[in-house]
């Protein structure tokens, strides 16, 4: 036998798999609600008209070359995307609290994030528990272990009757965390739910933070996504830098800037209050990010971060970009209202008013696995088993298709 020969077969993912089944899908009317990726009112991959202009001007400098980036980054990106999402008068950022690198988007700073972590915790015995939220992003549960900080805990997070958050269950179970946990917490637009706190709410979370003492692990992929503007969707993160607590945070341009493929994102390491030596401390972290980026990848891509500079960095193309943002967050906002519309019309039971309260990029509908199996395999219609549609995969032309397929397999 060969030395391969033993390989065996590894779990598809969740979420790419079904994308996976709806390529190999040859009949012509098929639909992907699967990956959120945004797409255009034709169903098409959107690249955003800023994006094209910036990648041009990018090459217009004749100084512009393909040579190594540093190892954490970009450091015009690193700021740039610092303020954006702390926001220019964050006193964390002024006190030089925050240390930030560029990572192979959100994915990569959370790997990062969590190894940095398991690696401060040198001996085992003490490395705290991390906590996400039940549901999640799939892929939160495999990066824990991989990181070195075996399987993560859950808290409660939905509350499944409503399709809105579970206040007294998540606050239920954040107390009973021990001191020094770090708690995933999705900065707006929840994958897979669409359900965020609100305002007050996040205060609530807050203020168990800084009494329990635990270490809130901020992962924000759909910054602007959620309410159309980016300070809005911001204000979870910005009540926890403002508290002065000591937090993590990735960060995302796949979603916002449409650069999935590029794979743009920073991490994040926010200082407290307490931090007795700030500079000191925030070189020691500095150095040690670059020393778990060096042997895993040596620097990051230049491009990306190019385009995420030029983006933030210009007057003009940031204010195009956030009317494009704006387009594309209303975009889906429209597909929310029609989808309710069709099923309220067509009378398929169940109370579909979660639709047009969640928000961001999918909608957590309530469908069972064997309805979403049904709706696979009678109509050709893609989503994760969880019943979770990628809202920016519908068109104006395909969602009565998709609220008489639901009808039928609620029915
Ligand atoms: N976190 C969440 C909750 C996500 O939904 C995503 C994208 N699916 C990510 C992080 C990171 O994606 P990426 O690595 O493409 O930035």
Same mark, same amino acid.
């Given at each position: ?67 190594? +980036? ?5 450091? $015009? ?6 303020? #954006? !999402?702390?926001?220019? /008068?964050? @006193? ?106 609100? +305002? ?5 979370? $807050? ?6 003492? #635990? !270490?809130?692990?901020? /992962?924000? @992929? ?190």
């Amino acid at each position: 036998p060969g030395f391969f020969d033993g390989v065996t077969l590894a779990p598809s993912d969740p979420i790419l798999g079904v994308n996976e089944a709806y390529l190999a899908d040859e009949f012509p009317g098929k639909i992907s609600l699967g990956v959120g990726a945004y797409r255009t009112e034709k169903g098409l991959p959107y690249v955003l008209p800023v994006v094209k202009r910036v990648e041009q001007q990018i090459w217009e400098d004749p100084r512009a070359n393909h040579e190594y +980036l540093p190892i954490d980054g970009l450091p $015009v990106f690193q700021r740039l995307a610092t303020e #954006l !999402i702390f926001g220019p /008068d964050c @006193a964390a950022i002024s006190d030089g609290r925050i240390v930030t690198v560029q990572t192979l988007s959100g994915s990569g700073a959370l790997r990062i994030g969590l190894t940095f972590v398991a690696r401060y915790y040198a001996d085992a015995s003490s490395l705290p528990p991390i906590y996400i939220p039940s549901p999640t992003w799939n892929n939160h549960r495999d990066i824990v272990p991989d990181a070195g900080l075996g399987e993560a805990r859950t808290f409660r997070y939905l509350d499944a009757k409503s399709g809105g958050v579970d206040m007294p269950g998540l606050l239920a179970d954040l107390s009973d965390a021990p001191v020094g946990a770090i708690v995933i917490l999705h900065g707006c637009a929840h994958n897979p739910t669409g359900a965020d706190p609100t +305002l007050a709410e996040w205060r609530d979370i $807050v203020s168990l933070v800084r009494e329990r003492r #635990l !270490i809130p692990f901020f /992962d924000v @992929a759909y910054q602007g996504f959620a309410s159309g503007d980016l300070d809005t969707d911001a204000g979870s993160v910005r009540l926890f830098a403002d508290a002065g607590v000591d937090m993590l945070l990735s960060l995302s341009f796949a979603k916002n800037m449409g650069l999935y493929g590029e794979r743009i994102g920073s991490l994040s390491v926010v200082l407290s209050e307490h931090t007795v030596n700030v500079p000191a401390t925030a070189k020691a972290v500095r150095s040690q990010l670059k020393a778990v980026i060096r042997p895993m990848y040596s620097s990051p891509p230049a491009h990306g971060a190019r385009i995420v500079a030029g983006v933030l960095g210009d007057a003009t193309n940031f204010a195009a970009w956030k009317e494009e943002l704006a387009g594309m967050a209303s975009r889906i906002g429209d597909m929310r209202t029609a989808l309710k519309a069709a099923l309220d019309a067509n009378g398929a039971p169940g109370d579909w008013t979660r639709i047009v309260k969640q928000q961001g990029m999918f909608s957590y509908t309530g469908l069972s696995a064997a309805h979403v199996a049904y709706l696979r395999s009678k109509y050709h219609i893609y989503m994760t088993s969880d019943g979770r549609v990628s809202m920016a995969g519908l068109t104006t032309s395909t969602v009565q298709r998709v609220a008489d397929a639901i009808k039928d397999a609620v029915e």
